[in-house]
Nanobody, 124 residues
Framework: QVQLVESGGGLVQAGGSLRLSCAAS????????MGWFRQAPGKEREFAAA????????KYADLVKGRFIISRDNAKNTVYLQMNSLKPEDTGVYYC?????????????????WGQGTQVTVSS
């Protein structure tokens, strides 16, 4: 089992930045990819970014490409999501997820473990 805890959410004005963190604990000795997803009220959970086990490969949704940066520190079992140039449409609950794979999954169904989420609100 892997436990994931997100932090760093909050309220920010449009154009601002936030940095989300996701700390993993439990069976973290295995190779695992990490992803960030978000869910706006009344909408389905959608992919934002993913990073492979080594940090050498990343993938972004078109809506966040060029504004968000995903990274990881395996020594700390932590993945980050740096969010810049935030827009009101970025508002939602942000979830991190883990999948034991050497690949780079980007759909919710591919991930086995999920955090509780952290709220991000971008005001106009």
């Amino acid at each position: 089992q892997v436990q994931l805890v997100e932090s760093g959410g909050g309220l920010v004005q449009a154009g601002g930045s936030l940095r989300l963190s996701c700390a993993a604990s439990g069976r973290t000795g295995r190779t695992y990819a990490m992803g960030w997803f978000r869910q706006a009220p009344g909408k389905e959970r959608e992919f934002a970014a993913a990073i492979n086990w080594s940090g050498g490969s990343t993938k972004y949704a078109d809506l966040v490409k060029g504004r968000f940066i995903i990274s990881r520190d395996n020594a700390k079992n932590t993945v980050y999501l740096q969010m810049n140039s935030l827009k009101p449409e970025d508002t939602g609950v942000y979830y991190c997820a883990a999948d034991f794979t050497v690949g780079l999954p980007y759909t919710p169904g591919e991930y086995d473990y999920w955090g509780q989420g952290t709220q991000v609100t971008v005001s106009s």
